[in-house]
């Protein structure tokens, strides 16, 4: 099983998110944050696999939080990247932070299936 946590400021986008990974059982959604603040809190409670992370949030922004992941690596295991996101201008940013992908919204089924692949994929030689 796949633990991930959604991360968005937009609720609907974090809903929808929800509802297309609802089509893979091995992938749980443990926890939903608004921001980075929250998702750092909520990673740190959950030691998620996975976190969804949206680039532009009020505060901190996905990439920061991305950078601090990294940065706790000694602590812990450090779960597996995924930006989701409307803007694809920081898709250079975001592989400099060891994502796994990096997903345009509205985010597509088939596409969305491909990453989940490469998650797994990374999961298992982890």
Known sequence: MIRAILVD?????????????RAHPDVEVV????????ALQLIQANEPDLVFLDINMP????????RQLLD???EGPVPQIVFATAYDQHAVQAFEVNAVD???KP???????QCLQR????IKTT
């Open 9 to 21: 400021d937009e609720k609907l986008a974090r809903a929808e998110l929800a509802f297309l990974l």
């Open 31 to 38: 926890a939903e944050a608004r921001n980075g603040t929250e």
């Open 119 to 122: 998650v797994r994929e990374r």
């Open 72 to 74: 706790w690596h000694g």
């Open 107 to 113: 985010i597509e089924k088939g596409r969305l299936a």
């Open 59 to 66: 505060g901190q922004g996905g990439l920061a939080v991305a």
């Open 102 to 104: 990096y997903l345009l």
